[in-house]
């Protein structure tokens, strides 16, 4: 428990001159959904934040009110990022660098956004883990797809970064796919995402005209 982040009072952060932050003392640089950061901390949970919304887009789908609440992040963190980069006071090339990161990320998820949704699709495949010390294959459905990956309902154990094989019971297609993301929903039940490595429109999605 230790590790956990501590935010103050709403109330008291918003009078706060100090990073929000427990045990942190340096000056608010930014502020990242109502949260005042320094300059370190604006960067590390930002760049954590965005690692997280990155696998939920592979996981999840991404209805008007989640868009519009992610886009708004994007935008936010991007021109205070883009804003801190260009203070001639910015703590050295390194912190710079990793502040014109941040905003190249930002610019990344905006069109992964904007090209891949996902849609609600029911599929039956087969997953399976071709490892020499645990292989193992199981029947399932997707519940969301797009031109790039799905999610499923999965009961074996699978790490993040971890590769399985996704085969279309339907069709017999078959694709090697990374596992980008893993939680159990309130009934208990594991959902994983998974990136899609080869098999271009795996799941005959049409390709949408928006830019």
Known sequence: MENLIAWPEPRLALKACECSIDSCHEAVAAELEARPMCLDHFVSISTREMDIRSACLHATPVDTAAAWSLKNFLASCAQQAEDLAQYEDTRGKAAKTRLLEITRRCSELGRRLRRSPRVAASFPVWLR?????????????????????????CRRSVEVNG????CRRD??????????YSHFDAEGRRHIGVELLNGENFWDVPQSGAA
């Open 129 to 153: 883990r071709e490892d020499e010390r645990n292989t193992w294959e199981e029947e399932t459905w997707t519940s969301t797809v797009s031109r790039h990956g799905a999610g499923f309902v």
């Open 163 to 166: 590769l399985v094989v996704v």
């Open 171 to 180: 069709k017999g297609y078959r694709a090697q796919a990374r596992v980008v």
